[in-house]
């Protein structure tokens, strides 16, 4: 079990930051990604098409042998994460909890627990973290605002200019008015904006990045398993995408800084 | 044949521009409309995963019993038109032929016929305005822009406010610095953000929106092949989704100005 590859997916690249961070932490692991580029995005789609898609994902991966499968997508984590864990037999990660965790991480020293969550718009309007914040800590502080602008924004290069800063002060304006100690960036995309929210949130707001957390959460997992693999003389890093591999490779370039490799088309 | 429904499909919503004008246009006809909103958008994906979807979408609307297909997205007008001509018996209209026509009308009786033009990365990448603008006026002078944010733009309603404006003095800084006659809007969004781009273009620049133009191509050819229909006590209005309805629903109502029933999902 151990030398089987762990499986990520994601609406398209944005999951990369994921795969970044697992990839960092877990070196001997052999990795393959997969991104969903031919229907990204599921942020703006139904919690029944974005779970049609999750299963397929997940589906996929397994044709690949994974042990495990990490959903980095947020909208996928927060509309189908339960009912992935009921349908497979390997474990299955989302990437809500470990932002949850970190948050509360961030807080728990404040004395009013001001926590907001930005994201897409199925992962907002689920409220996915708020239910799970307001579980785990019931007297906090919770404001959600979506932010249907930043994905492409990222995907067009956009991170630090003067339009992205202009759009997210408006997304953020309601939630930043009567402070906030954290803002969880509910999205695999909002970390490649982090410089941009750093400067409208101000330096006294913890930006929670769930990619580090997940990744954590993977190694823990894997080793409670006894499903970590110890040495690997040549980790395998494969890509799988529903589109052509093109794009993804020119996006997925800025986002891991290498080139990327072993990219494979498939139809799903 | 004439009582026959026309059908028009859009990767999404946009496609309600040019729906809207033939509604207009050609008030006797039974009209049933795709939007694949399980996959939009289509201007960022590959010509071979267009393709593919067009083709699906056309299939669909045939056992609908169609007489005709209008393609409502540039970009699957761009990518797959021809492959669509050549495959299916009944006529396909695409969007791109109404719009170059549209522009070579504006710009007639001008000396140096400086005509832009505006798209998803799909339709500029495929050269299929330049292509047929050149073929039909040789002496043109032709400038593109990819506008991949102002889809996104239109979806969230910011059409006239300060990020539209700054986002459009980016995308059209190039092509209007030694000038414009006319700017085709090439991509069924783009009406909606009209005057925005109205502003930062200024009031010399004809803006060609291919919609209306395709209204009436698809009108000469009813008449030309005898399909059209002379009167409909109850003409049909009906809207079919890849993707649950209530988003198309929403923001749809925007742009027909009037509230949408009789939406089906339905999965392809």
Redesign the interface.
């Known amino acids: 079990m151990p030398h089987r590859p762990i499986g990520i997916f994601d609406s398209g690249i944005g999951g990369l930051t994921v795969f970044r961070e697992i990839a960092k932490i877990l070196p001997n692991e052999d990795l393959i990604y997969l991104g969903d580029?031919?229907?990204?995005p599921y942020g703006?789609?139904?919690a029944?098409?974005v779970t049609r898609y999750a299963f397929q994902n997940v589906r996929c991966l397994l044709q690949e042998d994974v042990k495990l499968v990490v959903v980095a997508c947020n909208t996928a984590s927060a509309f189908a994460l339960d009912a992935l864990q009921k349908e497979f037999r390997i474990p299955v990660l989302g990437v809500v909890e470990p932002g949850v965790a970190g948050a509360l991480r961030a807080v728990a020293a404040k004395q009013r627990r001001r926590v907001g969550v930005i994201g897409t718009e199925g992962t907002i309007s689920s409220g996915a973290y708020a239910k799970s914040l307001i579980e785990k800590s019931p007297g906090i502080s919770i404001k959600s605002s979506a932010c249907?602008?930043f994905?492409?924004?990222v995907?067009?290069g956009?991170w630090e200019n003067?339009?992205a800063e202009?759009?997210a002060r408006?997304y953020l304006r309601e939630i930043l008015a009567e402070g906030l100690d954290a803002l969880i960036l509910g999205c695999t995309h909002y970390p490649l904006l982090k410089k941009t929210l750093r400067k409208v949130a101000g330096e006294g707001v913890v930006l929670v990045d769930s990619a580090e957390e997940t990744a954590l959460e993977t190694s823990s997992l894997l080793d409670a398993r006894g499903l970590k693999r110890e040495s690997n003389p040549k980790p395998v890093r494969k890509f799988l995408v529903?589109?052509?591999p093109?794009?993804f490779q020119r996006v997925g370039k800025l986002i891991l800084e290498s080139e990327l490799t072993n990219i494979h088309h498939v139809e799903i």
Chains 1, 2 share one sequence.
């Open positions: 580029t031919a229907r990204v703006t789609k139904s029944a098409t249907p602008l994905v492409p924004l995907e067009e956009w003067d339009v202009s759009v408006v529903t589109d052509s093109e794009r």
